[in-house]
């Protein structure tokens, strides 16, 4: 599966974004996709995850109620909408794949995006 993640920016404290991430490949062995990121000088966390009926989603307690994971199979793409901002959301934004495992461990991925920069200013 490769992946192509787009709609970062920069954008001021309290505004909104919205992340896609495209899919081509072998998209139908993806049954999870997922969100993570990296702040400068942190390691790379779990943002949010969706599975692959869209029944299921998955959230940090750092995004949850202003993050929104949804999944379009018709077009191989999820979406990350981003609300309320707050400049601790800086970071790259990585869309991700797997085949199966836990939803929020990273080694449950199996695809990576290149990633899209979020800068959230004061």
């Known amino acids: 599966v490769q992946l192509q993640a787009s709609g970062g920016g920069l954008v001021q404290t309290g505004g909104s974004l919205r992340l896609t991430c495209a899919a081509s490949g072998r998209t139908s062995s993806a049954y999870l996709m997922g969100w993570f990121r990296q702040a400068p000088g942190k390691e790379r966390e779990f943002v949010a995850a969706?599975?692959?009926?869209?029944?299921?989603?998955y959230y940090s307690d750092s995004v949850k109620g202003r993050f929104t994971i949804s999944r379009d199979n018709a077009k191989n793409t999820v979406y990350l909408q981003m609300n309320s901002l707050k400049t601790d959301d800086t970071a790259v934004y990585y869309c991700?794949?797997?085949?199966?495992?836990?939803?929020?461990?990273?080694?449950?991925?199996?695809?990576w995006g290149q990633g899209t920069l979020v800068t959230v200013s004061s």
């Open positions: 969706i599975d692959r009926s869209g029944g299921s989603s």
């Open positions: 991700a794949t797997a085949n199966g495992g836990m939803p929020l461990l990273q080694y449950s991925y199996n695809s």
